[in-house]
């Protein structure tokens, strides 16, 4: 029996809210970018050359976290550009990440310079996934 205090169809207020669910990404955002990926792969491997099968790898590596950033910028269909691309420096930012590997492979063609796109590149994914939205909702 309940207590007068309490209904019998309340839920305690210390139960676990139950986790939300992932949205997973639609169709066109991973066109977006498995094509990003391929195309910065391309770009970069020639700025530098490959050198050593590292390098190639963490080129790779760079390449595929650079199309995953443009890939946020595709905005779910039904809305517009605009929703997506955001208003604050931040957003400009991890764009400009994806610029930064060949500027950084072309002079130097080495695996600690390699390390140093893919950390770049890590950056800008994770300042948009953070970022994205946040900044100034439209």
């Known amino acids: 029996m309940a207590t007068p205090t309490e209904h019998p169809t309340e839920r305690p207020t ?8 992932r949205r997973r990404p639609s169709a ?22 490959v050198p050593d099968p590292v390098y190639g790898g963490l080129v790779l590596v760079s390449a595929a976290l650079g199309g995953a950033t443009l890939a946020t910028y595709v905005p779910p ?3 517009t550009w605009r929703s997506r691309l955001g208003c604050g420096p931040c957003d400009v930012a991890a764009a400009a990440t994806v610029v930064v590997p ?3 492979l072309a ?12 950390a770049a ?18």
């Open 14 to 21: 210390d139960a676990r809210p139950t986790p939300a669910r």
């Open 107 to 118: 002079p130097a063609p080495a695996a600690t310079m390699a390390l140093v796109a893919v």
């Open 77 to 79: 269909s039904g809305s």
């Open 28 to 49: 066109r955002t991973v066109v977006v970018g498995v094509l990003a990926a391929a195309l910065l792969a391309a770009w970069y491997l020639t700025a530098g050359g």
């Open 102 to 104: 060949p500027i950084l």
């Open 121 to 138: 590149t890590g950056f800008g994914l994770f300042q948009r996934r953070d970022a994205a939205g946040a900044s100034c909702p439209v």
